[in-house]
């Protein structure tokens, strides 16, 4: 029971729930949207079975509740709406009599306004043209400002101002095209203005190339000009040093329009019109400078100034090369060397400008490390070119250029200290050129000196060759006219010719900024070296020439001691051209003494070597006769010559020094001595008879009394006749046959024939003892 009850329950409380689940479907139906009534009818498939046929039944019950709920609806309302059918019916007759009265009022209306349609279509078609019109004004007041500055652009470029043009470029791009930018002509303007920028650019940098080919072109007449003014004004300055003692500022030159100051601060053309009547160009006047500040400009406002920067300077860098290319026959000519420098110059000139004229297209670094490159390559082609340049005065000519262009680039702040150490260079190239010129000098002056004393006939001409040479000699000036000075043409000349040296010397000096005790110092070691190396070889040369005789050498010894004697003058002379005493520490001296006592000793050795050769020439003719049976009595021929050419060449010998006189004598009669001992001992002679002895007796003989006669005044005693001592004892032993004393005495101090050799007395023994055994064979 319990349980059947339970069961009742639990069913009755399905029921319930299916009804509430099946009532709310039905209300999701009912407000929802029928394209959505799916899901909600899936529903009811999916709960228990058999629920379907509940839930149709449910909504079948629910469909015949709405229908008995429209019914009721209906009856409700059906005689109203009887009511207002009849109405309707009662109202049509008087709406058709109103439509055809609005068709009619219509019609008449429609033909009425017709005409005003037409005047409004035209009143619309007008206000449309205004509007249009107003419109195409406004915008062209946009365009025209547009098409007048693309006007004024083609303009610029027709009249080549580039910089001008590009700043319309600009205006146009950011201010007037972007007005009007929905334009076709204005993007075809905008697609043309980068096209035209690069055109400019190519137009420009043309230009440029072109100023690069007129600097170079230009260079030598800028350069020319700058140091022409350079020299004007060192001439100027060193004028004005002269006249006071304040020093001058140092000058800037004109070429970029900078005014040379003088001491007391006025510009040189106002205090020296006369000199600088010329006009000062500049560098503009010479060069059209405005190409490179217009392709500047241009790529500045382009935004590609590095690109010219590094452009321009790598063309000037290929320029400076070329300018340092020097050519090579440049060291012929100072035009060469003057070409050169101006186009150098030239070339610097136009750097210094452009460094100044325009905001760092080239850096103060840029030109310094040009110059140091320059500088070296300059001083390289100098020492090169300089070495090939013989003439003097091309190297003084040279010299005096570098100076002009090291003080013209000085002048634009370029420094030039190895400049001025390469002039030391040169001045010892130019010592040498000197030096050789001067050797030549030297050889003219020797070879056409007749090696003579001086002959003077009145007091001018004694005053004219002591004016020339400095020569004091009280005996001499006590003398009559006419009379003789004892040296030669050639040493006035020589001295006369030194002086010119130093002279010469002295002129490479100047304007080379160096004290007075350093010009001094060089002026001596030049004059030291003409001395001691040209002079004295040219000396020594004379002196071993072949047609230089006794006479000519005895003058050259005469010479060489009054060329001494003045070179105290030498140092004097130096002295007044320099200011520098003397007694100065570092002072160098003159080493003349040594040169010419050399020269004097080499002259010495020559006489002795020449006199000894023309003794053996006279030796040469003797012809003894050596078997002769007894002699002629009298001396032979060539020995008596002989000892005439020695008395007449001595005599010759008395204005050279007492020793050198005295030794030239004592040689001669030494070798003669010799020789004639020789001939006695000649191997080929093999027999001699008593008769040649006697004869060579003869001559020894006179050669002791020549030997007595003191042809040479100073020996003392019998020192001369001593030269012939051996040949003597030699002869009074075979004249007197004394052999038992010469053997009883022979090795004691006291032997009367103690200079008699035992092997030289045993030949000429021997010689005679053939004689004797073999009278009739060939001597």
Same mark, same amino acid.
């Given at each position: 029971?319990?349980?059947?009850?339970?069961?009742?329950?639990?069913?009755?409380?399905?029921?319930?729930?299916?009804?509430?689940?099946?009532?709310?479907?039905?209300?999701?139906?009912?407000?929802?949207?029928?394209?959505?009534?799916?899901?909600?009818?899936?529903?009811?498939?999916?709960?228990?079975?058999?629920?379907?046929?509940?839930?149709?039944?449910?909504?079948?019950?629910?469909?015949?509740?709405?229908?008995?709920?429209?019914?009721?609806?209906?009856?409700?309302?059906?005689?109203?709406?009887?009511?207002?059918?009849?109405?309707?019916?009662?109202?049509?007759?008087?709406?058709?009599?109103?439509?055809?009265?609005?068709?009619?009022?219509?019609?008449?209306?429609?033909?009425?306004?017709?005409?005003?349609?037409?005047?409004?279509?035209?009143?619309?078609?007008?206000?449309?043209?205004?509007?249009?019109?107003?419109?195409?004004?406004?915008?062209?007041?946009?365009?025209?400002?547009?098409?007048?500055?693309?006007?004024?652009?083609?303009?610029?470029?027709?009249?080549?101002?580039?910089?001008?043009?590009?700043?319309?470029?600009?205006?146009?791009?950011?201010?007037?095209?972007?007005?009007?930018?929905?334009?076709?002509?204005?993007?075809?303007?905008?697609?043309?203005?980068?096209?035209?920028?690069?055109?400019?650019?190519?137009?420009?940098?043309?230009?440029?190339?072109?100023?690069?080919?007129?600097?170079?072109?230009?260079?030598?007449?800028?350069?020319?000009?700058?140091?022409?003014?350079?020299?004007?004004?060192?001439?100027?300055?060193?004028?004005?040093?002269?006249?006071?003692?304040?020093?001058?500022?140092?000058?800037?030159?004109?070429?970029?329009?900078?005014?040379?100051?003088?001491?007391?601060?006025?510009?040189?053309?106002?205090?020296?019109?006369?000199?600088?009547?010329?006009?000062?160009?500049?560098?503009?006047?010479?060069?059209?400078?405005?190409?490179?500040?217009?392709?500047?400009?241009?790529?500045?406002?382009?935004?590609?100034?590095?690109?010219?920067?590094?452009?321009?300077?790598?063309?000037?860098?290929?320029?400076?090369?070329?300018?340092?290319?020097?050519?090579?026959?440049?060291?012929?000519?100072?035009?060469?060397?003057?070409?050169?420098?101006?186009?150098?110059?030239?070339?610097?000139?136009?750097?210094?400008?452009?460094?100044?004229?325009?905001?760092?297209?080239?850096?103060?670094?840029?030109?310094?490390?040009?110059?140091?490159?320059?500088?070296?390559?300059?001083?390289?082609?100098?020492?090169?070119?300089?070495?090939?340049?013989?003439?003097?005065?091309?190297?003084?000519?040279?010299?005096?250029?570098?100076?002009?262009?090291?003080?013209?680039?000085?002048?634009?702040?370029?420094?030039?200290?190895?400049?001025?150490?390469?002039?030391?260079?040169?001045?010892?190239?130019?010592?040498?050129?000197?030096?050789?010129?001067?050797?030549?000098?030297?050889?003219?002056?020797?070879?056409?000196?007749?090696?003579?004393?001086?002959?003077?006939?009145?007091?001018?001409?004694?005053?004219?060759?002591?004016?020339?040479?400095?020569?004091?000699?009280?005996?001499?000036?006590?003398?009559?006219?006419?009379?003789?000075?004892?040296?030669?043409?050639?040493?006035? %000349?020589?001295?006369?010719?030194?002086?010119?040296?130093?002279?010469?010397?002295?002129?490479? &000096? @100047? *304007?080379?900024? #160096?004290? +007075?005790?350093?010009?001094?110092?060089?002026?001596?070691?030049?004059?030291?070296?003409?001395?001691?190396?040209?002079?004295?070889?040219?000396?020594?040369?004379?002196?071993?020439?072949?047609?230089?005789?006794?006479?000519?050498?005895?003058?050259?010894?005469?010479?060489?001691?009054?060329?001494?004697?003045?070179?105290?003058?030498?140092?004097?002379?130096?002295?007044?051209?320099?200011?520098?005493?003397?007694?100065?520490?570092?002072?160098?001296?003159?080493?003349?003494?040594?040169?010419?006592?050399?020269?004097?000793?080499?002259?010495?050795?020559?006489?002795?070597?020449?006199?000894? %050769?023309?003794?053996?020439?006279?030796?040469?003719?003797?012809?003894?006769?050596?078997?002769? &049976? @007894? *002699?002629?009595? #009298?001396? +032979?021929?060539?020995?008596?010559?002989?000892?005439?050419?020695?008395?007449?060449?001595?005599?010759?010998?008395?204005?050279?020094?007492?020793?050198?006189?005295?030794?030239?004598?004592?040689?001669?009669?030494?070798?003669?001595?010799?020789?004639?001992?020789?001939?006695?001992?000649?191997?080929?002679?093999?027999?001699?008879?008593?008769?040649?002895?006697?004869?060579?007796?003869?001559?020894?003989?006179?050669?002791?009394?020549?030997?007595?006669?003191?042809?040479?005044?100073?020996?003392?005693?019998?020192?001369?006749?001593?030269?012939?001592?051996?040949?003597?004892?030699?002869?009074?032993?075979?004249?007197?046959?004394?052999?038992?004393?010469?053997?009883?005495?022979?090795?004691?101090?006291? *032997?009367?024939?103690?200079?008699?050799?035992?092997?030289?007395?045993?030949?000429?023994?021997?010689?005679?003892?053939?004689?004797?055994?073999?009278?009739?064979?060939?001597?």
């Amino acid at each position: 029971m319990n349980t059947v009850t339970l069961r009742a329950n639990m069913a009755e409380s399905e029921s319930l729930e299916t009804v509430t689940e099946h009532e709310r479907i039905l209300q999701e139906i009912e407000s929802t949207d029928t394209a959505c009534v799916g899901p909600t009818l899936r529903s009811v498939y999916d709960d228990q079975p058999n629920a379907h046929k509940r839930f149709m039944e449910k909504l079948d019950a629910r469909i015949r509740n709405h229908d008995r709920e429209i019914e009721k609806m209906c009856n409700f309302h059906h005689q109203g709406f009887v009511d207002a059918i009849t109405e309707l019916l009662k109202v049509r007759a008087d709406a058709e009599k109103l439509m055809g009265q609005v068709s009619d009022t219509n019609r008449r209306l429609q033909d009425a306004g017709r005409e005003v349609t037409a005047q409004t279509e035209e009143v619309i078609r007008c206000r449309i043209q205004q509007r249009n019109m107003a419109t195409t004004v406004e915008k062209l007041q946009l365009c025209i400002p547009v098409l007048e500055m693309y006007s004024k652009l083609k303009e610029q470029l027709e009249s080549k101002r580039y910089y001008s043009a590009l700043k319309t470029m600009e205006q146009l791009e950011n201010i007037y095209i972007p007005r009007v930018s929905q334009y076709r002509f204005c993007q075809i303007m905008a697609e043309t203005l980068p096209k035209l920028r690069e055109e400019i650019k190519e137009i420009s940098m043309s230009d440029l190339k072109d100023f690069l080919e007129s600097i170079r072109k230009h260079s030598d007449k800028i350069g020319e000009t700058a140091m022409r003014q350079a020299q004007q004004h060192r001439t100027f300055n060193s004028a004005v040093q002269k006249q006071v003692t304040l020093s001058c500022a140092k000058p800037l030159y004109g070429l970029n329009s900078r005014t040379p100051l003088n001491h007391n601060g006025l510009s040189a053309e106002a205090t020296d019109e006369e000199e600088m009547d010329e006009e000062v160009l500049t560098a503009q006047d010479l060069v059209d400078f405005s190409p490179v500040y217009r392709c500047l400009h241009i790529y500045t406002v382009l935004g590609d100034r590095e690109t010219f920067e590094n452009y321009y300077r790598k063309q000037r860098k290929k320029q400076a090369r070329l300018v340092l290319q020097p050519q090579s026959n440049m060291h012929e000519t100072v035009e060469g060397y003057r070409k050169y420098f101006n186009q150098i110059v030239g070339f610097f000139v136009v750097e210094d400008h452009i460094l100044h004229a325009t905001q760092g297209l080239v850096t103060r670094a840029f030109t310094d490390e040009l110059w140091n490159m320059a500088l070296s390559k300059i001083i390289a082609v100098l020492r090169t070119h300089s070495s090939y340049c013989s003439d003097p005065d091309l190297v003084l000519e040279l010299k005096n250029l570098i100076v002009i262009f090291a003080d013209t680039l000085q002048g634009y702040g370029f420094p030039v200290n190895r400049l001025f150490d390469l002039l030391f260079e040169v001045r010892d190239q130019y010592n040498e050129t000197l030096l050789k010129k001067w050797a030549l000098v030297f050889r003219d002056i020797f070879e056409q000196d007749n090696y003579s004393p001086i002959p003077v006939e009145n007091e001018e001409e004694y005053k004219s060759v002591v004016s020339r040479f400095p020569f004091h000699d009280a005996e001499i000036e006590k003398q009559q006219f006419p009379k003789k000075l004892p040296m030669s043409q050639s040493v006035p %000349q020589i001295y006369a010719q030194v002086k010119e040296f130093i002279y010469a010397s002295l002129k490479f &000096s @100047e *304007s080379l900024h #160096r004290s +007075s005790t350093e010009i001094d110092d060089m002026l001596r070691k030049s004059t030291n070296l003409l001395l001691t190396r040209t002079l004295s070889s040219c000396l020594q040369n004379l002196i071993k020439k072949p047609h230089i005789g006794l006479t000519e050498l005895v003058q050259i010894i005469i010479n060489t001691t009054h060329l001494e004697h003045a070179c105290k003058y030498l140092e004097d002379f130096i002295t007044n051209i320099t200011n520098v005493s003397p007694e100065t520490v570092h002072t160098t001296r003159l080493y003349g003494l040594s040169t010419f006592k050399d020269a004097r000793h080499a002259a010495e050795g020559e006489i002795y070597t020449k006199l000894n %050769q023309k003794i053996d020439e006279f030796i040469q003719l003797a012809d003894y006769e050596w078997g002769m &049976s @007894e *002699s002629d009595g #009298r001396a +032979s021929g060539y020995l008596m010559d002989l000892i005439n050419f020695l008395r007449s060449t001595f005599q010759v010998f008395t204005h050279l020094p007492g020793k050198v006189a005295q030794t030239a004598c004592m040689s001669a009669c030494k070798h003669l001595a010799t020789s004639l001992m020789q001939m006695l001992l000649d191997t080929e002679l093999k027999q001699i008879s008593m008769g040649a002895i006697q004869q060579f007796n003869l001559d020894v003989m006179q050669c002791e009394l020549f030997a007595s006669s003191e042809p040479v005044p100073g020996f003392q005693g019998d020192t001369l006749q001593l030269a012939f001592i051996d040949l003597r004892q030699l002869l009074d032993l075979f004249m007197v046959w004394d052999w038992s004393t010469y053997l009883a005495d022979y090795g004691q101090p006291t *032997s009367k024939y103690l200079r008699v050799n035992p092997s030289t007395a045993l030949a000429l023994l021997e010689k005679y003892v053939l004689f004797l055994l073999f009278p009739s064979a060939q001597c």
